[in-house]
């Protein structure tokens, strides 16, 4: 799905007049009713990604939805025409500053995207509330530069447990890090850490070059998962599945490990 829509330069462009959110099915249980309302399967059960075109105010659809993209038009090209001609009739007001950065849920849920969507992490640690802010502050005009827009995933804590899967992290040294996700997601590795003093001139030359000299991660769905089901790795979700094809997928797969 991604390399035959969302990586599209045409639907790249178009997705700048609208927020775009990346949902963690499954990881938060007021998400997931939001998502129900959304779309869901003939039972009502959630299904295990979702995806939808929506007003202003998120009350009502502007296309079909469904568990992806193709659910709703032909091709890329075909959803980038259809986004230009709605954010025409729905022009938005001035842009006004971002303030917060595009973090994910928790450190753990962070690692595991991060390794799903092929991209470095960069974690924001702070000592405390107020120093988070204060980074978060930093690095929020880098993110969103046209050189590391889309370049890495982000999450922000000030909680030393957060980082203990993380091999090679400084607890004691706030600022910035980036990491490299494990195959599965389940733990990282620190590729660089910076301190919180750094200067943001040395930040962003640093996040650039690390960003060009780490390659987006392609996997195959079906030999990815048949080897981490013959390592025995899975994912613990916060809530349980719903989706009647995954959970029979993976009874499927459990059974035919056992024989």
Same mark, same amino acid.
Request: net charge negative; glycine share 6%.
């Given at each position: 799905m991604d390399?035959?829509? @969302?990586?599209?330069?045409?639907?790249?462009? #178009? =997705?700048?007049?609208?927020?775009?959110?990346? !949902?963690? !099915?499954?990881?938060? *249980?007021?998400?997931?009713?939001?998502?129900? /309302?959304? &779309? =869901? %399967?003939? $039972? %009502?059960?959630?299904?295990? +990604?979702v995806f939808a075109l929506l007003t202003p105010d998120a009350q009502s659809t502007l296309s079909r939805t469904g568990r992806s993209p193709q659910f709703a038009f032909r091709s890329a090209q075909s959803m980038a025409t259809a986004m230009d001609n709605l954010a025409l009739k729905y022009p938005g007001k001035p842009a006004t500053p971002v303030t917060t950065l595009p973090v994910m849920k928790d450190v753990r849920l962070a690692v595991n995207v991060s390794a799903c969507d $092929?991209?470095? @992490?960069?974690?924001?640690? %702070?000592?405390?509330?107020?120093?988070? /802010?204060? @980074?978060?502050?930093?690095?929020?005009?880098?993110? &969103?530069?046209?050189?590391?827009? %889309?370049?890495? +995933?982000?999450? /922000? +804590? !000030?909680?030393?447990?957060?980082?203990? +899967?993380i091999i090679g992290f400084d607890k004691d040294e706030y600022g910035f890090a980036v990491i490299i996700p494990s195959q599965y997601g389940i733990s990282g590795k620190v590729q660089y850490?910076?301190? *919180?003093?750094?200067?943001? #001139?040395?930040? $962003?030359? $640093?996040?650039? #070059?690390?960003?060009?000299? !780490?390659? /987006?991660?392609?996997k195959n769905h079906n030999q990815h998962v048949r080897a981490g089901m013959n390592q025995g790795i899975s994912w613990k979700t916060a809530i349980p599945v719903e989706d009647k094809m995954s959970l029979r997928a993976m009874q499927d797969r459990q059974q035919r490990n056992r024989r």
């Open positions: 390399r035959s829509f @969302l990586s599209n330069d045409a639907l790249v462009n #178009a =997705s700048r007049n609208f927020i775009c959110i990346r !949902t963690a !099915t499954y990881e938060d *249980a007021e998400e997931a009713e939001f998502l129900r /309302k959304i &779309f =869901s %399967g003939r $039972g %009502g059960e959630l299904e295990n +990604t $092929g991209l470095p @992490l960069v974690v924001v640690y %702070g000592k405390d509330e107020e120093q988070l /802010k204060e @980074l978060e502050q930093e690095i929020l005009p880098l993110a &969103f530069s046209q050189n590391l827009s %889309g370049k890495f +995933t982000y999450v /922000k +804590t !000030t909680n030393p447990n957060d980082i203990e +899967t850490q910076w301190p *919180a003093e750094v200067e943001p #001139a040395q930040l $962003g030359r $640093g996040l650039l #070059a690390l960003a060009n000299a !780490t390659s /987006k991660v392609e």
